[in-house]
C-alpha cells in the first residue's frame, strides 16, 4: 500500500490549535481585567498592558502559522544543536551586559523591547535533547547517555541559576518526566522526592530529625533486601553498594543544607522559602503578594463577582496580576467555575500533546512532545502552586495566559513546532 498524501484537515491537530487559541483569548481577558481602570479607551488601548499583549498575540499567531505553514520540519532537528550552542552563548552574556530586574540578570533589552534568553533555552534545550536521545544505539542505561542527557540539561540550567533566575531553572526538573518515558528507573524519582523532603525537614525540624529519619529508611530498605534477595548473591551485594553510598549522600545532602539555604540561595529567595514554610511571618512583605491573591480568589467564591467586577483586581492589591498572578485574576472575576474551566483546557492541551506524542512513530517527535507537555505542566504547577501559598514566590509566568510577549512567543514557537512535527508524520502513512 503506497503513502497516501493528507490534508491539512486531517494532518494537523486542530484540536491542540483551538485549546491554544482559547488559552490565549482567555489571557488577553484577564490582562485586560487587571489592568482596567476608568480613564482607558478599551482594551486596545496601546498605552496599557492589554494593548500590548494584543500585538504580542498577533504576532505569535504570525509566529505560528510560519513555523506550520513554511518552515519544513525536518529543519528543527538539523538546526537544534547550532540553536542550542547560541542560545548557550546568550544565557552566559546576559549574566554580564543583561539589565537587572528584581535582582536578577536575566532579560536583555533592545529599546522598547526585552527579551529573556531563558525562555528560549528551554526550546532548544527540548530540541537537543529530542535529538541525542533518539540516536540510534542511545540508552539512559550506559554512562555516556547519562553524561550526554545530564549535560544537554544541567549546561543551561546552572546558566540561568548563575542569572538568579530559580523558577525558570526549576522548570528544567520537569525532564525528569521525559527520562522516565524513556527508560528511567522510577526509584531515581523516588530518591530525588526524598532529597527534597529531607532538605524541607531539615530547615523545619533540624539536621537530628531528618538523619533519623534517614536512618529509619535505610534500615527498612536493608531489612527488605535481607529478605527479598539471595544470600552472598550478586544482586544483594550491589543492592547493598547501592544503599550505602545512597544513605551517605543523603546524609551528606542533610548536613549541607543549611549551608546551601545560608549560603548559595538569595536573601529574597530565603525569605520566600521561610514564609512558604511557616518559618516566618511577613505579611508586608514576601507573604503580601500571595496573602492578596488568596484573598482574591477566596472572595470570587463559586461563580465570580464578573468581568470587571473584581476589587481587589480593579484596584491594584495584588502586586505581578497581569503576569506572575494572572490566576488569582481568574479567581476572583471568574470564581471556582473559571478556574475549572482553564485547568480543564491546561489538562486537554497537555494530555492531548502526550497522546500525540505516544502515537508518532519518530522518536525525535515523540521525546520532544514529552519535553514541551513537562514544560507546561511545571510552569502551570509551579505558578498556580505560587498563587495559592504552596509553592515560593519565584516569578514564573502562567503559560499563554500571563502579559508579556517573551513569554508569549516562547510557548507559542515551543508549542507550534511540536503540532508542525506531528503534522509532518501524519501527512503521509
Known amino acids: ?90 544565557l552566559v552574556a546576559v549574566i554580564f551586559i543583561g539589565s537587572a530586574h528584581k535582582g536578577s540578570h536575566s532579560w536583555f533589552s533592545l529599546g522598547p523591547v526585552s527579551f529573556q534568553p531563558a525562555e528560549i533555552s528551554k526550546i532548544t534545550t527540548s530540541l537537543v535533547l529530542a535529538m541525542v536521545m533518539s540516536r540510534q544505539g542511545f540508552s539512559l542505561k550506559t554512562r555516556k547517555g547519562w553524561m550526554a542527557v545530564a549535560a544537554v540539561i544541567g549546561i543551561p540550567m546552572l546558566a540561568i541559576l548563575a542569572e538568579n533566575e530559580t523558577g525558570s531553572a526549576l522548570v528544567y526538573t520537569g525532564m525528569l518526566f521525559v527520562l522516565y518515558r524513556e527508560g528511567l528507573p522510577g526509584i531515581l524519582l523516588g530518591l530525588m522526592g526524598l532529597a527534597i523532603l529531607l532538605f524541607v525537614l531539615t530547615l523545619k525540624a533540624g539536621t537530628v530529625v531528618s538523619l533519623i529519619l534517614l536512618g529509619i529508611i535505610a534500615i527498612g530498605y536493608l531489612w527488605f533486601l535481607l529478605r527479598h534477595t539471595r544470600p552472598m548473591s550478586r544482586e544483594r551485594r550491589m543492592s547493598l553498594r547501592m544503599l550505602l553510598l545512597a544513605t551517605l549522600l543523603f546524609a551528606g545532602l542533610v548536613f549541607s543544607t543549611d549551608i546551601a539555604f545560608h549560603h548559595v540561595l538569595q536573601p529574597h529567595q530565603r525569605l520566600r522559602i521561610e514564609v512558604l514554610l511557616g518559618m516566618k511571618d511577613d505579611p508586608a512583605g514576601v507573604g503580601y503578594n500571595v496573602r492578596q491573591s488568596m484573598i482574591a480568589i477566596g472572595s470570587g467564591g463559586f461563580s465570580g463577582k464578573g468581568f470587571l467586577q473584581g476589587t481587589q483586581t480593579t484596584y491594584g492589591f495584588v502586586p505581578e496580576q497581569s503576569t506572575d498572578f494572572i490566576f488569582c485574576t481568574v479567581g476572583e472575576e471568574w470564581g471556582f467555575l473559571g478556574c475549572l474551566v482553564v485547568l480543564a483546557l491546561y489538562g486537554l492541551l497537555i494530555s492531548r500533546i502526550v497522546k500525540d506524542a505516544e502515537e508518532s512513530r519518530e522518536a525525535f517527535t515523540r521525546i520532544y512532545g514529552y519535553c514541551v507537555a513537562s514544560c507546561l505542566f511545571m510552569h502551570l504547577f509551579i505558578n498556580i502552586g505560587m498563587t495559592i501559598g504552596l509553592m515560593p514566590v519565584i516569578g514564573i509566568p502562567l503559560p499563554f495566559l500571563s502579559y508579556g510577549g517573551s513569554s508569549l512567543w516562547a510557548f507559542t514557537v515551543m508549542l507550534f513546532i511540536f503540532i508542525a512535527l506531528n503534522h509532518q508524520e501524519k501527512k503521509y502513512f
Open 1 to 90: 500500500m503506497g503513502e497516501i498524501n493528507r490534508g491539512l484537515g486531517k494532518s494537523v491537530d486542530w484540536t491542540l490549535v483551538l485549546l491554544y487559541l482559547a488559552l490565549v483569548a482567555i489571557g488577553w481577558l484577564n490582562v485586560y481585567a487587571s489592568v482596567h481602570s476608568a480613564d482607558m479607551q478599551g482594551p486596545l488601548d496601546f498605552a496599557v498592558r492589554s494593548g500590548k499583549q494584543f500585538v504580542w498575540i498577533l504576532t505569535a499567531f504570525a509566529l505560528g502559522a510560519v513555523i506550520l505553514f513554511v518552515i519544513n520540519p525536518r529543519l528543527w532537528e538539523v538546526l537544534s544543536s547550532p540553536g542550542y550552542l547560541l542560545v548557550l552563548v546568550l
